[in-house]
């Protein structure tokens, strides 16, 4: 009966928005969790089984209470006392027994049931279309996945136990008070739902802070996160103090809003314990004037006034518990919601054209218009049509913002023309099971993307069950060999958080050597805009040079040596194709080309 075995009214975890209707959304939420703990049932049985068991014990102590104060303490054998202690030391035992399992079980149920969830959640998240995350802020997403879920396993793994044992308790206490005593009985079902009013007044308004309050939490969050993660942008303008006051603002905000909902919760719990003690001095007073006069034995008070205050408890613990349910069901809304939302671009539809029977890996835009969603207003790409022949290369020139990224990302799938078509040897992409159409691509990015891994672990990601031989002749084409044997540990070396340990050239040769494992029909590329040194330049130009034979590539060029050895140039403005020709023709043709050319011409001699 004890609810400081496992207190229940502060987890790790911030509040959390609960939704505001209740009984409903408290069903929805018990549905939805049900298909997690479904495979778990008889784990589930064997929890609820020793639950009702060690709820029967403690309830049965009650009466080993009123045995030992009637034959024990108030009687004269010491035989008899002796007999009493025996009855509640073995109870003890029983429930020990019970205890152990039914911690057991719920914990391990809780624990289960929120790994799996955490799966289904990164399993989904990984599946979802790319924009998805450019209007969801990803702080917000990872604080579902962990924050979220580790509310729901506090409260599969405690709270839902204790909800239950304290019904359990609350319905046997009063059963065994009504045979006890009735009158005294009916002092106490007064008392209850006068205890239970503040509760259900009170947690509303706890619960509406919650949301406040688990927003601004976010805030901190986020917040935090962006500083870090730019910390040398923030250290080289020296504006350390400004951020720790603008962080010292939100954590405050955070602090009040708080500071809120906990004098509300404080208070909630204050009015629930006074008006629990009062009830039960009124019993004591009743009862004990019914004992002197001899109506009742004083074993039958010690009984009752245990039964009042187990059933007292179970409703603080209720209370207690009620909040923390109510928060459960607004994570569990979210973390449902994130599990409904459907990928717009689905990774893999097993339809029939599958990419993989490319015959020349032609690749063709076909009055292609496309705006971002966040900006549907402004097109991002308009009436574009353009063509790449198999195994020859296209250089796409243009001013910043000309939407040159954009072709690229469109290629892959990562977002959908909302006009014409992107064809790949005539056949529209959007038809072709898009896992296999990824496949046939790679991707050298400008910022290459390395993983918190060792080289091998990088260069692998190409093509995961390349052999260590494999691995190391794609570095060789890549270049990037030499650099990698002078590191430390050479292919074992640890690149560091997201590579930082390397310069800019050699995350691109690993990227080209990634590439390279990969052996695609098509290559993307978007070229470094940082100068690299002369050396490197050269080793990267050598890489790429090896990596583009035969096969169907589309390079985003600022170089001019790139520019003059691809096959065809394209020149690009404000999301339109203006001119398409070679180097020689475009210089004729193109004013924007030739002023293009010019600025590279320039940077090059100098
Ligand atoms: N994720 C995005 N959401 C909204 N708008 C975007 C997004 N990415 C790019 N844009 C916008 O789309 C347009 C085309 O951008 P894109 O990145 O394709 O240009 P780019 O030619 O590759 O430029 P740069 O050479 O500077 O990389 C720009 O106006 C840009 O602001």
Redo the contacts with the bound molecule.
Sequence with gaps: MSNTAEPAATSPVADLPASTTSSQSARQMIAALWQFVRPYKKVLVGAVVALVFTAGITLSIGQGVRLLVDEGLTGDSSQALAQAVLVLLALAGLMAMGTYVRFYLVSWLGERVVADLRKAVFDHIVTLHPSYF?TNRSGEIMSRLTTDTTLLQHIIGTSFSMALRSALMFVGALVLLLFTDLKLSLIVLVGVPLVLLPIVLYGRRVRKLSKASQDSIADVGSYAGEIIQHIKTVQSYTRESYEKHAFAEEVETAFKIAKRRVRQRALLIAVVILLMFGAVSGLLWVGGNDMIAGRMSSGDLAAFVFYAVMMGSAVATISEVYGELQRATGATERLMDLLQVESEIPVSTGAASAASALSCAQVAFEAVDFS?P??PD?P?VLGLSLNVEGGRSLALV?P???????LLELLQRFYDPLGGRITLDGVDIRKMDTASLRRQIAVVPQQPALFTADVCYNIRYGKPDASDEEVIAAAKAAHAHEFIQQLPDGYNSHLGEQGTRLSGGQKQRLAIARAILKDPRILLLDEATSALDAESEYHVQQALQALMRNRTTII?AHRLATILHADNIAV?DQ?QLVAKGSHQELIEVSPLYKRLAELQFQEAGA
Aim: hydrophobic share 25%; proline share 0%; charged share 20%.
């Design positions: 450019e971002y966040s900006r402004q991002a243009g910043s913002g000309a939407g040159k990224s954009t985003i690009l999301g």
